[in-house]
């Protein structure tokens, strides 16, 4: 007997009594705790407060029919799974009761084993509707979430901004205002810039959920990407004394994979690998095929990810606490469009770190064999 046998309720309802005691017998000897009853009446009294998973009920029956017993119940409990007996005369009478929202129906006379078979195969039923509920349920409360966080962290960058502009607005012209008045031109360029990554970030993640995210799956040469990748970050790692290394030979490593999808990706794990870095440090790009994939290792000499973080680095809008107790610069939307994407790919993504040594996000694609190109349409950055 199954934990989840026993934890289940079935509901008998049928004028016959031998009906109900066949199928009280049949049915507790499966584990399911069974509660039988002889008219409609009865047995909507016995849903309501037994709450079962399943109820089988027959049709024809004097007082309540069995027909207004499922609309009924359908009404108010529409989790419950209806299974209706029915006699082989009845049969459109079982179809119409199906519209009205029972989920199966069993003719008359049936075996034990027509019995189970049909109860198992509604409780199936019954369980993967509840998971799908709760999954409904817990993907309101997350997106409830979400637009709660985003609201908030759109309000903060425009509520600095609004009170910079408030003190340049009453600043006088006397020694050092103009110096002043830079200062806080500065610090509403930079709210402004948090803001506008938020937003690009934000919608980026939209679009892959809302699948309107672009995708159309070609041969890439990786090298090709990557490389117009690290020349337009030359000048920020050079900012940031961080040199850029590719070594991912041209022609030798393809993939299967969306251009931007692959653009937004190396974008986002490039763009990390320098702002964590330490100045003199170095980002590395390499490949490796693997059994019908590709890896691709980003790897960077910077500050390393603590482990008690790592579970939780693909999570949105989770940054790692710094120094200080002050979060890390960026939206925290970065790594969760990463994971999204090569998902949408197929691939996986994964990260090997050590604090003060650096960290290696490393992400499996599959793998485009180069001798196929007639096969396959290559695509590339350029």
């Known amino acids: 007997m199954s934990e989840t046998a026993e ?10 009594y031998a009906m109900r005691l066949s199928c009280r017998k049949i049915l507790s000897k499966m584990g399911f705790r069974v509660e039988a009853f002889e008219d409609g009446g009865q047995g909507l ?207 030798t490593y393809f993939v299967r994979g969306d251009q931007n999808c692959l653009t937004v990706l190396f974008d986002n794990l490039i763009v990390n690998a320098i702002k964590y870095n330490k100045p003199g440090g170095k980002v590395t790009l390499s490949a490796e095929a693997l059994g019908g994939e590709v890896e691709i290792a980003v790897a960077d000499t910077g500050v390393g990810i603590p482990e008690k973080y790592r579970p939780l680095l693909f999570q949105e809008f989770f940054r790692i606490q710094g120094e200080g107790d002050k979060k890390t610069p960026g939206t925290g939307l970065g790594l969760a469009i990463c994971r999204r994407l090569v998902s949408e790919m197929g691939g996986s993504i994964s990260v090997d770190s050590e604090v003060n040594v650096g960290s290696t996000f490393r992400v499996r694609l599959l793998e485009c064999r180069a001798h196929a190109e007639g096969e396959e349409k290559t695509g590339s950055s350029g």
């Open 45 to 251: 009294e016995g849903v309501t407060t037994l709450k079962p998973s399943l109820v089988l009920v027959d049709l024809k029956m004097p007082g309540i029919s069995g027909m207004e017993v499922v609309a009924r119940i359908h009404e108010v409990r529409p989790e419950v799974v209806l299974v209706v007996i029915t006699g082989y005369p009845t049969i459109d009478t079982a179809v119409g009761a199906m519209q009205r929202g029972a989920y199966d129906f069993l003719p008359k006379p049936f075996s034990p084993d027509e019995l189970r078979l049909i109860v198992n195969r509604g409780l199936e039923h019954h369980r993967l509707s509840l998971e799908m509920q709760r999954g409904e349920m817990e993907r309101a409360l997350l997106k409830r979430r979400f637009i709660t966080f985003v609201s908030h962290q759109l309000q903060t960058p425009l509520v600095a901004v609004h009170q910079y502009l408030d003190v340049l607005k009453h600043l006088d012209n006397t020694e050092g205002a103009a110096a002043k008045r830079q200062e806080w031109l500065d610090r509403c360029l930079k709210r402004t810039d948090e803001l506008q990554a938020l937003i690009k970030d934000w919608l980026s993640l939209a679009r892959i959920e809302g699948e309107s995210f672009s995708r159309q799956f070609v041969k890439v040469d990786l090298q090709r990407i990557i490389a117009d990748i690290l020349k337009t970050y030359g000048e920020m790692a050079a900012t940031n004394g961080v040199s850029l290394e590719s070594r991912i030979p041209e022609n």
């Open 7 to 16: 934890q289940e309720t079935i509901v008998v309802i049928d004028d016959d």
